[in-house]
């Protein structure tokens, strides 16, 4: 089964610098999709970034970018120039490519870390 | 566009009722997915319906149950409900539901049982 590993419940950093989330996942597929969710106290979840595992460039979106490891089953998610906007619980998710099936539903999330920023 | 819009924010129930949970969707979008999120389990996929019809279910009783009408609004109901069942149930959709699309998602649904 599949399963998604945030090892860092909590994590701070203060507001400018740059702040480092981890993510491990296991899966026995080759073909999936990554991806890193925003949950502010709003309760949306946002999508920050997704990363195609048959792409060897890491992702990046502005000050979001991430390190993806595919051997390692590694996939963190670096913010640079934090803001205090980025005070949120960070979720990393999973999901089979099933383009056979066209079904998307199926992410699998991890149990996320909560992100402090400090003024 | 409007985006995703569930409805109630809050619901309070008691065990051994039932509950219904509302969902429209964006406009244009197909597919609905459900996700239910709690401290102690956190996200867990509950199903997916596309064009009225349920394409994947996880891993929960039969008392959650969903579906979806022909203008892609969905509901989601649990029958039944237990302590357990408290969380925050979040919709999220998308045009196709294909693999490459984007997921857009709601506010969610505060259930409190008691």
């Known amino acids: 089964a599949q399963t998604v590993t945030q090892s860092q419940p909590e994590m701070s950093v203060q507001e400018a610098e740059t702040v480092t989330l981890s993510c491990t996942y296991d899966t026995s597929e080759s073909d999936y999709y990554l991806f890193w969710y925003k949950q502010p106290p709003s309760r949306q979840m946002i999508l920050v970034i997704r990363q195609e595992a048959y792409k060897q460039q890491n992702a990046t979106e502005n000050r979001f970018s991430v390190n993806f490891q595919k051997a390692a089953k590694s996939f963190s998610l670096k913010i640079s120039d934090s803001q205090l906007g980025d005070a949120a619980m960070y979720f990393c998710?999973?999901?089979?490519?099933?383009?056979?099936?066209?079904?998307?539903?199926?992410?699998?999330f991890g149990k996320g870390t909560k992100l402090s920023v400090k003024p | 566009k409007a985006g995703v819009t569930q409805t109630p924010r809050y619901l309070i129930k008691t065990r051994g009722q039932q509950v219904t949970l509302s969902c429209s969707p964006i406009?244009?979008?197909?597919?609905v997915s459900w996700y239910q999120q709690t401290p102690g389990q956190g996200l867990q996929f509950l199903f997916e319906y596309f064009s009225e019809t349920q394409r994947n279910k996880g891993n929960f009783p039969g008392r959650f149950s969903g579906r979806q009408f022909s203008n892609s609004r969905s509901e989601m109901n649990v029958s039944t409900l237990e302590l357990g069942d408290s969380a925050l149930y979040l919709c999220a959709s998308s045009p196709q539901g294909a693999t490459n699309e984007k997921l857009f998602f709601g506010s969610g649904t505060q259930l409190s049982v008691l």
């Open positions: 406009s244009g979008h197909r597919s």
């Open positions: 998710a999973y999901r089979i490519d099933m383009d056979y099936g066209g079904s998307q539903g199926n992410l699998i």
